[in-house]
């Protein structure tokens, strides 16, 4: 068990035959995902890396019965290829492209679910169900097997707290990059509850960061639906107020979107809140160990 | 990015949202000619700045006479104003907006903003114009009405109707509002505008409606297919630092510590200041060196870093990922010639090939690069050598 994909989960990639999509589609074969072939207009009928290109995500579904599709289209494309995804029947797209404009990103994500596809992303690294599938562009070598579940609004904490955990000896069920642009699929109530469901995770590992107030309505989802135990840490308790830290949604506007205040409202729901992302590793052990 | 006043009013008057008469000046002579063009006898004179709150901080004045209008353009003009908004150190005024007098029954508040929640852009709007919005929603939130507009559907009679029936404006306004209110969520889509503000709306004795200020954001993702946006952006208004490593793809934002840092991945940066300070530091800085973290782009990261002279020591942390990390240490090694790094390097480099890199670093025997096992040993050791331990 693991959430989301596994190693029967049939991908292809949009945007294969780019240059980001031919590297990171290749580290996922080794990887041992199950891509099965790729979507580029107007190089249907090609074959790249061994795999068959199509013209439409249609075509490649019809072909190939993939349910995921990865998304390295540029920028300015992305929306167009989410909802020709949802159109197409795919179950989950996972969007890799940093910079999809908002706006695009909207409309797509409305899209996306009238036609229940799950989305992941934009600007994210990508889902990993360690030594079965790798949907993304995070190195597979640091995830380990395990029990522990990860969600995380950045990528190198994403690899910083795998690396941890399975440092301190456990190991990884499943980790997901959800991204930190204003505008994302699949957040962290999602997760949680699949991670709660999930046989084999036993513990989750949630990473936050400033902006917005996800983490905080996942604190409320937490107290309420979680019994596994929860590690978290939220980026940018020195950040300071109005100015946007890398990410889009990363800024913190007025009073809201604290680190302080998600810090809070999560201790108030029962989560192990670390202060540095030092801690994580440590911090799951002692809560694994109880 | 944000514009200015004057440039925002010149969008909203492209989609027929009621706009004074005005033209922006950049000297005290071209103030009065402007005065004289636009006519009448009260006029407005507006530092044009990027912060809010420039009418506290004697940004805005009334001029009644041409007189004034001379008087006050020299005193705005070149002033450095500070406001709730532009830090302690304020912001020089380099134009002023000249603008004829509205005749002011009440002011209200229009906003268009994202509501992330619901993935869709709400439009706010209130009675209390004039007045910080942020405060009116902490005190009185009963006196802000918000409609989510579904942009699969875009903005509808109903949507205006619970705004404007919200406010309770007489019955002979209400066309007028939803009026206004459309071109406004339009003003918002049209140019993928990720805030809009106007506060305040000023409803005159005759109950028409007038922008009387006008602030916008634009996301920065979408302005390549908005050349005409892109055009206005003020880089004196901006930065030079941040907009440098901009240029570079780095990441910056200047902080008040003495820890310099050079991360990959926002996440991991903002992490990496926090740790900083967990173990009792201060950080300088924020800085993100993206996913390649070449040579070229570590030496100016050391450059923008050095340039703080309160940095007395900088820590590197890069989780490698899929680049290997026993590139990124010869980068970093090819990074210390190329700028002469006079403060103590720390350097942690985990994910591909960490330990060939800890071999690299260990081997260049660079006396002032030391080598960190992981994320908390790295902030430890740079804090230590900030503090000349």
């Known amino acids: ?290 | 990015m944000n514009i200015h006043e004057y440039q925002a009013k010149q969008i909203f008057a492209k989609y027929n949202v009621p706009v004074p008469k005005g033209k922006v000046a950049f000297s005290v002579d071209e103030a009065v000619a402007n005065a004289k063009e636009l006519g009448g006898n009260i006029w407005v004179v507006k530092a044009q700045i990027h912060a809010g709150g420039r009418g506290l901080g004697g940004g805005v004045k009334l001029a009644k006479s041409i007189d004034e209008v001379k008087q006050f353009a020299t005193e705005i003009l070149g002033m450095t104003l500070v406001t709730h908004q532009t830090g302690p150190e304020g912001k020089l005024v380099q134009k002023i907006y000249i603008e004829e007098g509205a005749d002011i029954a009440d002011e209200l508040y229009l906003g268009v903003v994202l509501d992330r929640a619901k993935e869709m852009p709400v439009i706010m709007a209130s009675t209390e114009g004039g007045m910080e919005i942020e405060k009116v929603a902490n005190e009185t939130p009963e006196k802000i009405v918000k409609v989510a507009v579904d942009p699969s559907i875009g903005f509808q009679g109903f949507h205006g109707r619970k705004l404007a029936f919200g406010l309770g404006l007489p019955k002979e306004q209400i066309g007028k509002f939803i009026k206004f209110a459309a071109a406004l969520y339009r003003v918002y889509m049209d140019n993928d505008a990720s805030l809009i503000e106007i506060n305040p709306l000023v409803k005159t004795s005759a109950g028409d409606f007038i922008a009387i200020d006008g602030k916008m954001g634009f996301d920065d993702s979408a302005l390549g297919r908005h050349p005409d946006i892109e055009a206005m952006r003020d880089v004196s208004e901006e930065d030079p630092a941040e907009m440098e490593a901009g240029k570079y793809g780095l990441s910056y934002v200047k902080l008040d510590g003495n820890v310099g840092c050079m991360v990959n991945g926002a996440g991991l940066a903002m992490g990496t200041m926090d740790t900083i300070n967990y173990v009792g530091g201060t950080p300088a800085n924020f800085l993100d060196v993206g996913g390649a973290a070449s040579a070229k782009t570590v030496a100016k990261g050391f450059e923008i870093i050095l340039r703080d002279p309160n940095v007395k020591s900088i820590f590197v942390n890069i989780f490698g990922g899929i680049v290997r990390c026993d590139r990124i240490a010869n980068g970093i090694l090819e990074a210390t010639k190329l700028v002469n790094v006079s403060v103590p390097v720390i350097v942690r480099l985990d994910g591909t090939n960490a330990p060939e890199a800890a071999e690299i670093l260990k081997n260049a025997n660079i006396g002032n690069v030391i080598a960190a096992t992981d994320l908390g040993d790295g902030a430890k050791k740079a804090v230590a050598a900030a503090k000349g331990e």
């Open chain 1, 1 to 290: 068990m693991s959430i989301l994909v596994n190693k029967n989960t049939k991908v292809i990639v949009q945007g294969f035959t780019g240059k980001e999509g031919t590297f990171h589609s290749e580290q996922c074969i080794a990887y041992g995902t199950k891509i099965l072939g790729g979507v580029t207009p107007n190089k249907g009928g090609q074959i790249h890396l061994g795999l068959p290109v199509f013209n439409t995500v249609s075509e490649a579904v019809a072909t190939t019965g993939a349910t995921v599709s990865m998304i390295f289209v540029p920028p300015a494309f992305v929306g167009d290829a989410v909802m020709e995804a949802a159109d197409a029947g795919i179950e989950l797209a996972v969007i890799i492209t940093e910079g999809a404009p908002v706006k695009d990103m909207m409309m797509a994500k409305a899209y996306a679910v009238k036609n229940n596809m799950k989305t992941l992303g934009p600007n994210c690294p990508g889902i990993i169900t360690a030594q079965e599938c790798k949907i993304g562009i995070m190195p597979g070598m640091i995830f380990k097997k395990g029990s522990v579940g990860l969600i995380s609004k950045s990528g190198t904490l994403t690899y910083e707290g795998a690396n941890q955990v399975c440092n301190v000896g456990y190991g990884i069920s499943t980790a997901i990059g959800i991204g930190g642009d204003p505008i994302i699929g699949l957040s962290y109530i999602q997760l949680l509850k699949m991670f709660q469901e999930d046989s084999e995770t036993e513990a989750i590992v949630m990473i936050g960061e400033i902006g917005g107030d996800l983490e905080i309505q996942a604190a409320k989802y937490i107290k309420e639906n979680v019994t596994k135990p929860v590690v978290a840490f939220i980026a940018g308790q020195t950040a300071p107020k109005g100015k946007r830290m890398g990410h889009a949604g990363a800024i913190i506007s007025g009073s809201a979107g604290t680190a302080a205040e998600k810090m809070e409202a999560l201790e108030a729901a029962g989560v192990a809140v670390v202060k540095s992302p030092a801690e994580i590793g440590h911090k799951v052990k002692e809560v694994l160990s109880k």
